[in-house]
Protein backbone atom coordinates (compact mmCIF):
# COMPACT_ATOMS: atom_id res chain seq x y z
CA UNK A 1 0.00 0.00 0.00
CA UNK A 2 1.64 3.75 -0.88
CA UNK A 3 -1.13 5.88 -0.12
CA UNK A 4 -4.67 6.61 1.43
CA UNK A 5 -7.48 8.62 0.19
CA UNK A 6 -10.31 9.76 2.52
CA UNK A 7 -13.64 10.82 0.92
CA UNK A 8 -16.34 12.65 3.09
CA UNK A 9 -19.87 13.20 2.81
CA UNK A 10 -22.16 15.18 4.13
CA UNK A 11 -25.61 13.35 2.81
CA UNK A 12 -26.11 9.87 1.76
CA UNK A 13 -24.25 8.18 -1.24
CA UNK A 14 -22.96 4.96 -1.65
CA UNK A 15 -20.78 2.69 -4.58
CA UNK A 16 -17.75 4.76 -4.08
CA UNK A 17 -15.08 3.96 -6.08
CA UNK A 18 -11.54 5.47 -6.52
CA UNK A 19 -9.27 5.33 -9.84
CA UNK A 20 -5.30 6.54 -10.43
CA UNK A 21 -5.19 9.58 -12.86
CA UNK A 22 -2.70 7.83 -14.44
CA UNK A 23 -1.93 10.73 -17.48
CA UNK A 24 -3.95 13.89 -16.77
CA UNK A 25 -3.90 14.98 -20.38
CA UNK A 26 -4.88 13.79 -22.41
CA UNK A 27 -6.45 11.00 -19.55
CA UNK A 28 -5.79 7.89 -18.20
CA UNK A 29 -7.27 6.02 -15.16
CA UNK A 30 -6.70 2.99 -13.37
CA UNK A 31 -8.05 1.07 -10.31
CA UNK A 32 -6.07 2.05 -6.87
CA UNK A 33 -6.30 -1.58 -6.18
CA UNK A 34 -8.87 -1.61 -3.19
CA UNK A 35 -12.68 -0.62 -2.38
CA UNK A 36 -13.75 2.17 -0.29
CA UNK A 37 -13.79 1.18 3.81
CA UNK A 38 -16.12 2.97 5.67
CA UNK A 39 -14.69 4.44 8.91
CA UNK A 40 -17.39 6.17 10.41
CA UNK A 41 -20.72 8.17 9.17
CA UNK A 42 -20.05 9.30 6.29
CA UNK A 43 -16.25 8.99 6.23
CA UNK A 44 -14.50 6.02 3.51
CA UNK A 45 -10.79 5.24 3.60
CA UNK A 46 -9.67 4.17 0.62
CA UNK A 47 -5.84 2.36 -0.17
CA UNK A 48 -4.18 2.82 -3.05
CA UNK A 49 -0.92 0.43 -4.23
CA UNK A 50 -0.14 3.95 -6.41
CA UNK A 51 1.67 6.52 -4.52
CA UNK A 52 -0.68 9.48 -5.15
CA UNK A 53 0.53 13.06 -4.54
CA UNK A 54 -2.52 15.37 -4.80
CA UNK A 55 -6.51 15.12 -5.12
CA UNK A 56 -5.53 15.47 -8.91
CA UNK A 57 -4.30 11.84 -8.92
CA UNK A 58 -7.20 10.53 -8.10
CA UNK A 59 -11.08 10.59 -9.35
CA UNK A 60 -13.57 9.28 -6.94
CA UNK A 61 -17.03 7.87 -8.20
CA UNK A 62 -20.09 7.54 -6.14
CA UNK A 63 -24.11 7.49 -6.69
CA UNK A 64 -26.44 10.02 -4.83
CA UNK A 65 -30.22 9.76 -5.12
CA UNK A 66 -31.93 12.49 -6.56
CA UNK A 67 -35.73 13.16 -7.42
CA UNK A 68 -36.08 9.19 -6.22
CA UNK A 69 -33.25 7.76 -8.17
CA UNK A 70 -29.78 6.74 -8.23
CA UNK A 71 -27.60 8.99 -10.35
CA UNK A 72 -23.93 8.53 -11.05
CA UNK A 73 -21.20 11.34 -9.71
CA UNK A 74 -17.51 11.55 -10.40
CA UNK A 75 -15.51 14.26 -8.17
CA UNK A 76 -11.60 15.05 -9.65
CA UNK A 77 -9.55 17.80 -8.78
CA UNK A 78 -11.79 19.33 -6.44
CA UNK A 79 -14.86 19.30 -9.10
CA UNK A 80 -18.02 17.34 -8.81
CA UNK A 81 -19.80 15.96 -11.74
CA UNK A 82 -23.44 14.39 -12.61
CA UNK A 83 -22.03 12.27 -15.27
CA UNK A 84 -23.66 13.16 -18.59
CA UNK A 85 -24.77 9.99 -20.60
CA UNK A 86 -25.89 11.68 -23.55
CA UNK A 87 -22.81 12.28 -25.70
CA UNK A 88 -22.01 9.63 -28.01
CA UNK A 89 -19.67 6.62 -26.58
CA UNK A 90 -20.44 7.64 -22.91
CA UNK A 91 -19.80 4.09 -21.03
CA UNK A 92 -19.27 5.16 -17.33
CA UNK A 93 -16.12 4.96 -16.90
CA UNK A 94 -13.91 7.21 -15.03
CA UNK A 95 -11.62 7.84 -17.77
CA UNK A 96 -14.81 9.29 -19.63
CA UNK A 97 -16.13 10.54 -16.54
CA UNK A 98 -12.49 12.33 -16.18
CA UNK A 99 -12.98 14.08 -19.33
CA UNK A 100 -16.02 15.44 -19.02
CA UNK A 101 -14.55 16.78 -15.96
CA UNK A 102 -12.04 18.46 -17.63
CA UNK A 103 -13.84 20.27 -20.05
CA UNK A 104 -16.53 21.48 -17.67
CA UNK A 105 -13.47 22.80 -15.87
CA UNK A 106 -11.74 24.52 -19.23
CA UNK A 107 -15.28 25.97 -20.13
CA UNK A 108 -15.08 27.63 -16.86
CA UNK A 109 -17.63 26.29 -15.02
CA UNK A 110 -17.10 26.49 -11.52
CA UNK A 111 -17.22 23.50 -9.13
CA UNK A 112 -20.94 21.63 -8.16
CA UNK A 113 -22.12 21.67 -4.79
CA UNK A 114 -20.14 18.92 -3.34
CA UNK A 115 -22.23 15.99 -2.13
CA UNK A 116 -18.64 13.90 -1.29
CA UNK A 117 -15.36 15.68 -1.19
CA UNK A 118 -11.88 14.11 -1.64
CA UNK A 119 -10.76 15.52 1.98
CA UNK A 120 -7.26 14.40 1.86
CA UNK A 121 -4.78 12.12 0.07
CA UNK A 122 -1.34 11.11 2.26
CA UNK A 123 1.43 8.82 0.34
CA UNK A 124 1.87 6.51 3.02
CA UNK A 125 6.31 5.63 3.47
CA UNK A 126 7.71 3.41 1.45
CA UNK A 127 9.29 1.04 4.39
CA UNK A 128 7.46 0.01 7.33
CA UNK A 129 4.24 1.79 8.44
CA UNK A 130 4.16 2.79 11.62
CA UNK A 131 1.36 3.74 14.50
CA UNK A 132 2.44 6.77 14.63
CA UNK A 133 2.69 7.09 11.13
CA UNK A 134 -0.92 6.10 11.24
CA UNK A 135 -1.72 8.63 13.88
CA UNK A 136 -0.44 11.43 11.72
CA UNK A 137 -2.19 10.55 8.85
CA UNK A 138 -5.21 10.33 10.88
CA UNK A 139 -4.71 13.57 12.40
CA UNK A 140 -4.06 15.42 9.43
CA UNK A 141 -7.32 14.08 8.23
CA UNK A 142 -9.02 15.31 11.40
CA UNK A 143 -7.27 19.23 10.56
CA UNK A 144 -8.95 18.71 6.74
CA UNK A 145 -12.40 17.46 8.32
CA UNK A 146 -12.57 20.41 11.10
CA UNK A 147 -11.37 22.89 8.18
CA UNK A 148 -14.26 21.88 5.54
CA UNK A 149 -16.55 22.50 9.15
CA UNK A 150 -15.55 26.06 9.21
CA UNK A 151 -13.83 24.91 13.09
CA UNK A 152 -10.79 26.39 12.68
CA UNK A 153 -9.55 26.01 16.02
CA UNK A 154 -10.28 22.19 16.12
CA UNK A 155 -8.40 22.10 13.00
CA UNK A 156 -5.10 24.02 14.31
CA UNK A 157 -5.00 21.51 16.84
CA UNK A 158 -5.36 18.74 15.51
CA UNK A 159 -2.45 19.70 12.80
CA UNK A 160 -0.60 20.69 15.92
CA UNK A 161 -0.49 17.41 17.15
CA UNK A 162 0.48 16.37 14.03
CA UNK A 163 3.46 18.73 13.61
CA UNK A 164 4.42 17.06 17.13
CA UNK A 165 4.85 13.73 16.23
CA UNK A 166 6.50 14.54 13.10
CA UNK A 167 9.06 16.36 14.99
CA UNK A 168 9.93 13.53 16.53
CA UNK A 169 11.03 11.67 13.48
CA UNK A 170 13.61 14.68 12.55
CA UNK A 171 16.54 15.65 14.25
CA UNK A 172 16.18 16.75 18.07
CA UNK A 173 18.99 19.86 17.61
CA UNK A 174 19.60 21.54 14.75
CA UNK A 175 22.43 23.88 13.51
CA UNK A 176 22.48 27.61 14.52
CA UNK A 177 23.26 28.54 10.83
CA UNK A 178 20.23 28.01 8.46
CA UNK A 179 23.21 27.22 5.66
CA UNK A 180 24.96 24.55 7.40
CA UNK A 181 21.44 22.54 7.84
CA UNK A 182 20.59 19.63 5.70
CA UNK A 183 17.50 18.94 4.69
CA UNK A 184 16.46 17.38 8.01
CA UNK A 185 17.36 19.55 10.29
CA UNK A 186 15.43 22.05 7.44
CA UNK A 187 11.83 20.22 8.09
CA UNK A 188 12.66 20.48 11.88
CA UNK A 189 12.72 23.85 11.65
CA UNK A 190 9.66 24.22 9.54
CA UNK A 191 7.46 22.00 12.46
CA UNK A 192 9.05 23.97 14.84
CA UNK A 193 7.77 27.46 13.29
CA UNK A 194 4.72 25.49 12.46
CA UNK A 195 4.10 24.69 16.12
CA UNK A 196 5.12 28.20 17.45
CA UNK A 197 2.74 29.59 15.59
CA UNK A 198 -0.36 27.47 16.87
CA UNK A 199 1.17 27.51 20.35
CA UNK A 200 0.99 31.46 20.06
CA UNK A 201 -2.65 31.01 18.88
CA UNK A 202 -3.69 29.81 21.80
CA UNK A 203 -1.88 31.58 23.68
CA UNK A 204 -3.13 34.92 22.30
CA UNK A 205 -6.88 32.85 22.39
CA UNK A 206 -7.06 32.26 25.85
CA UNK A 207 -8.95 33.76 27.97
CA UNK A 208 -5.67 34.81 30.30
CA UNK A 209 -4.76 36.82 27.66
CA UNK A 210 -8.06 38.88 26.43
CA UNK A 211 -10.97 38.92 28.83
CA UNK A 212 -12.52 39.84 25.82
CA UNK A 213 -14.01 37.26 23.68
CA UNK A 214 -13.47 39.07 20.47
CA UNK A 215 -10.05 39.61 20.91
CA UNK A 216 -9.94 35.71 21.39
CA UNK A 217 -11.48 35.03 18.15
CA UNK A 218 -9.35 36.98 15.89
CA UNK A 219 -7.08 33.76 16.20
CA UNK A 220 -8.78 31.79 15.15
CA UNK A 221 -9.43 31.81 11.42
CA UNK A 222 -9.11 30.02 8.02
CA UNK A 223 -5.98 31.66 7.17
CA UNK A 224 -4.42 30.62 9.87
CA UNK A 225 -5.83 26.96 9.77
CA UNK A 226 -4.79 26.15 5.92
CA UNK A 227 -1.33 27.53 6.68
CA UNK A 228 -0.46 25.22 9.73
CA UNK A 229 -2.68 22.32 8.23
CA UNK A 230 -1.14 22.83 4.62
CA UNK A 231 2.70 22.99 6.14
CA UNK A 232 2.33 20.06 8.16
CA UNK A 233 1.04 17.72 5.05
CA UNK A 234 3.61 19.13 3.11
CA UNK A 235 6.70 18.47 5.27
CA UNK A 236 4.49 14.54 6.47
CA UNK A 237 4.93 13.89 2.25
CA UNK A 238 8.42 14.74 2.34
CA UNK A 239 9.68 12.44 5.22
CA UNK A 240 7.12 9.72 4.94
CA UNK A 241 8.76 9.54 0.85
CA UNK A 242 11.78 9.14 2.38
CA UNK A 243 10.85 6.89 5.46
Excluded at 7 to 29: H, K, L, R, S, W
Excluded at 137 to 144: G, K, P, Q, Y
Excluded at 195 to 209: M, N, Q, R, V
Aim: net charge neutral.
Amino acid sequence: MRSVVFVEADEPIDDITAYYVTNQDPGGTTSVGHSAFQVSTGVWRVRSEFLLRSVKDVIVGYRRVTGGRKVQWFQWGGFDHEYDWSPPGADGSPLSALHQIRKAALSGQGPEQRAAAVTMVVALPQGQVTDDHRVIVERLTEARRQLDKKEWKASIAAAREACELLRKMRPATIRARPQERDLAEREAAILDNLTSLADSLFAYGSASAHPDAHLRDIAWNREHAVLILGGAASVAQLIFART
